[in-house]
T-cell receptor, first 108, second 112 residues
Framework: EDQVTQSPEALRLQEGESSSLNCSYTVSGLRGLFWYRQDPGKGPEFLFTLYSAGEEKEKERLKATLTKKESFLHITAPKPEDSATYLCAVQETHKLVFGAGTILRVKS | ETGVTQSPTHLIKTRGQQVTLRCSSQSGHNTVSWYQQALGQGPQFIFQYYREEENGRGNFPPRFSGLQFPNYSSELNVNALELDDSALYLC???????????FGPGTRLTVT
């Protein structure tokens, strides 16, 4: 079965301090890798889908990249409103297999 | 464009009771998936519905069942509730490719 591991479990940054979140995966055939943002008590908010190694996508201060074994979510000059849990998932036929997430806290 | 909606927002039930959760899919989407998210964990796949038929199921017992209606809305039913069923229940809609799955706000179920 597909597996997804996210690191670190938690990350504290100062406002403006850029960093990256990691998502490593094992899958028999990657159909898609998803990134979501989740605020406490809310549903996940769709950010990106990546399909093949080398692909990159950007949205505001976020940039997602994909290799054959892992994906990175780069956060450039984060702001306090970027604080959330970031979830990574791989698509396995009809379902998404999620990692446990990285809790990001950005302090002003 | 209407997003994914879920009802109710919160629910408190007693062990052994039954519960029904509801989901309306995003406009243009014909596939609905249900997930259970325990505190501090990622969502876990329960099942998916496409054209009113179950189209895949995760590792959940038969007391978790569902329906999809002609308008693509869906219900999740859980019988004989257990304490461990306490979680955030999420509904996601997509087209059948699943290339973009959009989640609703969730229903927080507490079993006492």
């Amino acid at each position: 079965e597909d597996q997804v591991t996210q690191s670190p479990e938690a990350l504290r940054l100062q406002e403006g301090e850029s960093s990256s979140l990691n998502c490593s995966y094992t899958v028999s055939g990657l159909r898609g890798l998803f990134w979501y943002r989740q605020d406490p008590g809310k549903g996940p908010e769709f950010l990106f889908t990546l399909y093949s190694a080398g692909e990159e996508k950007e949205k505001e201060r976020l940039k997602a990249t994909l290799t054959k074994k892992e994906s990175f979510l780069h956060i450039t000059a984060p702001k306090p409103e970027d604080s959330a849990t970031y979830l990574c998932a791989v698509q396995e036929t009809h379902k998404l297999v999620f990692g446990a997430g990285t809790i990001l806290r950005v302090k002003s | 464009e209407t997003g994914v909606t879920q009802s109710p927002t919160h629910l408190i039930k007693t062990r052994g009771q039954q519960v029904t959760l509801r989901c309306s899919s995003q406009s243009g989407h014909n596939t609905v998936s249900w997930y259970q998210q325990a505190l501090g964990q990622g969502p876990q796949f329960i099942f998916q519905y496409y054209r009113e038929e179950e189209n895949g199921r995760g590792n959940f017992p038969p007391r978790f069942s569902g329906l999809q209606f002609p308008n693509y809305s869906s219900e999740l039913n859980v019988n004989a509730l257990e304490l461990d069923d306490s979680a955030l229940y999420l509904c996601a809609s997509s087209d059948l490719t699943g290339n973009e799955q959009y989640f609703g706000p969730g229903t927080r179920l507490t079993v006492t």
